[in-house]
């Protein structure tokens, strides 16, 4: 039997073809939220969990990163997809006939320029490939989608204009998530670690919980802040770093970081990608 890898979407989203791209040997499974993706690895309807987390011209997948820690799973690996927009539309209709275009929220803001330079009105849809089949069941010249070549062949769209995104390089990261880590591997490139924690309530807690890394050489390459529990006190810290925590500099980076915190967890240990290293191709 196939092993499986749960991504959120309808077929032909961008997370099916970050499955495509990054795990050609595993069975795309499409689920309605990313929720339900974590729950079916969870349960072992799939080995893997495709998750969006960020985007290099919308920013931060909403919502993402506070089900990460509640999960149960553990980041293995990273996979950056080059987006590409596309705007579909019924076969034989031209651009010209479109009026209004329906995707994504996240998308729609990724091809702000196209839409109003084409004086499109826009729908927000709970998933792009899902967009892309209502037009289709519509088949009506005006209404349009804005989806991947994968969804324009699986519904069968035409393409009335290619790569309309606003930034050439325009670049969504998903993490790989597994129900089970995976912390003896050493990548090509070096390793990344993601964890999570909460500052004591003491003066200077984060200023002086970050001196750690600073202080041993560690590169932090994220720190993103959110509200848990609906208090406004309760601030988590989600990071990622450059490293392995079985590196010296790394223990000792920690050892700091456990002394100014209430709550650390760690959330995955995995190889970096290629694609961090390259410029971004086409």
Known sequence: MTARIAFQGEPGAYGHQACIEARPDFEPLPCATFEEAIEAVRKGDAELGMIGVENSTYGRVADVHQLLPDSGLHIVDEAFV?????????????????????????????????????????????????????????????EGALASEIAAKIYGLDILARHVEDHDRNTTRFLI???????????????????????????????????????????????????????????????????????????????????????????????????RHEKVRD
């Open 177 to 275: 998530m597994a129900r089970e880590p995976d912390l003896k591997r050493r990548g090509k490139f070096g390793m990344m670690t993601s964890f999570v924690f909460r500052v004591r309530n003491i003066p200077a807690a984060l200023y002086k919980a970050m001196g750690g890394f600073a202080t041993n050489g560690v590169n932090m390459t994220k720190l993103e802040s959110y509200m848990v529990g609906g208090h406004f006190t309760a601030t988590q810290f989600y990071a990622e770093i450059e490293g392995h925590p079985d590196d010296r500099n790394v223990q000792l980076a920690f050892e700091e970081l456990d002394y100014f915190t209430d709550h650390l967890k760690l959330l995955g240990v995995y190889p970096t990608a290629a694609r």
């Open 82 to 142: 080059r987006v590409h927009i596309n705007a579909l539309g019924v076969p034989g209709s031209k651009l010209s006939d479109l009026k209004r275009v329906r995707s994504m929220s996240i998308l729609l803001g990724q091809a702000r320029e196209f839409i109003r330079d084409n004086g499109l009105e826009t729908l927000n849809w709970s998933d792009n490939a899902a967009a892309a089949r209502e037009v289709a069941t519509l088949n009506n010249p005006a």
